[in-house]
């Protein structure tokens, strides 16, 4: 769980500008034990810039447990807490077919629903980047045409656009024609 061990001094700042904030992971602390700096979402870099710059020090996340005097929380222990707050708050992520059990959000799950955003917004390729994959396979199979009721929604509302104008998304010829007659209105 790389970014709940990442330090303020992992977020590179390039040309003091939003669009340019990256995130620097470093080998140790990285799933595929490389290097790399990658490109942060926009709603992360807006959340890490409300903090004040003198107070960006230390660690991003810093989670502390109820105990006055105890120790920051691991990793773990807040895999186990974001459990039980998907669970108290009934994000049901699947039921099983025949058990009907119920499956609570999890922190991967979080993951998940983060990269199913991102796949209608941004390219496979640059969805690969974000969600760190080492393969586009495992982006084209996790991420990409997954969502058929999105994906058939998106489809619907291309064809209607293009019933009303043209493939370039113009408007049809009347439009010429009511703006001469609102003109011709305006000006009597």
């Not at 502390?64 to 039980?84: A, E, F, N, T, Y």
């Not at 009907?100 to 922190?107: D, F, H």
């Not at 917004?121 to 199979?141: A, C, F, Q, Y």
């Not at 969502?147 to 010429?176: D, M, P, S, Y």
């Amino acid at each position: 769980m790389p970014i709940f061990r990442l330090p303020y001094h992992g977020v590179s700042r390039y040309c003091s500008s939003i669009r340019r904030i990256k995130v620097r992971f470093s080998a140790e602390h990285e799933k595929g034990f490389k290097d790399r700096l990658l490109p942060m979402s926009a709603e992360f870099a807006e959340w890490l810039l409300v903090r004040p710059e003198a107070e960006q020090t230390g660690r991003v996340f810093h989670p502390m447990p109820r105990r006055v005097h105890g120790d920051r929380l691991g990793w773990q222990r807040v895999s186990v807490v974001i459990c039980k707050i998907g669970r108290a708050a009934g994000v049901k992520v699947a039921t099983h077919p025949t058990t009907g059990k119920v499956k609570y959000a999890l922190a991967h799950d979080l993951r998940r629903s983060f990269g199913e955003r991102w796949a209608s917004r941004i390219l496979p390729p640059d969805l690969m980047v974000l969600m760190r994959h080492e393969s586009i396979d495992t982006t084209m199979k996790y991420y990409v045409g997954r969502n058929a009721q999105n994906t058939a929604r998106v489809l619907w509302e291309a064809h209607e656009k293009a019933a009303r104008g043209n493939i370039f998304g113009n408007t049809c010829q009347n439009t010429a024609e009511t703006t001469d007659s609102q003109q011709t209105q305006t000006v009597n």
